[in-house]
Nanobody, 124 residues
Framework: QVQVVESGGGLVQAGDSLMLSCVGS????????PGWFRRAPGKEREFVAG????????HYADSVKGRFVISRDNANNTVYLQMNRLDPEDSATYYC?????????????????WGQGTQVTVSS
């Protein structure tokens, strides 16, 4: 069974940092194009960061650019989202997802496999 599992969420204060991790079954996150999305209460799921097929090119939402970093550890089949200078506006459930095709990296519908999400809450 294909699985994607996130971890690392929690409650932090504004200005703090947090690192999320995502592990996929087999080589899921290392063989394909992984991404991070988030969904805040009352809002739609939105793109946060993605790693392109070349394994090097990264894409970010404007709201997190310069603060968040997506990276991948192929040896451990893990994708990370380092989140710095967190703001209460970053509070959401964060999802790891895997894109298996070449569709738009920013689009929810482009991703085939999804984790259950991990909650991030940033207090002011």
């Amino acid at each position: 069974q294909v699985q994607v599992v996130e971890s690392g969420g929690g409650l932090v204060q504004a200005g703090d940092s947090l690192m999320l991790s995502c592990v996929g079954s087999g080589s899921l996150v290392t063989s394909y194009s992984p991404g991070w999305f988030r969904r805040a209460p009352g809002k739609e799921r939105e793109f946060v960061a993605g790693l392109a097929w070349d394994g090097h090119t990264t894409h970010y939402a404007d709201s997190v650019k310069g603060r968040f970093v997506i990276s991948r550890d192929n040896a451990n089949n893990t994708v990370y989202l380092q989140m710095n200078r967190l703001d209460p506006e970053d509070s959401a459930t964060y999802y790891c997802a895997v894109r298996t095709g070449s569709r738009n990296i920013y689009s929810v519908s482009s991703y085939t496999y999804w984790g259950q999400g991990t909650q991030v809450t940033v207090s002011s």
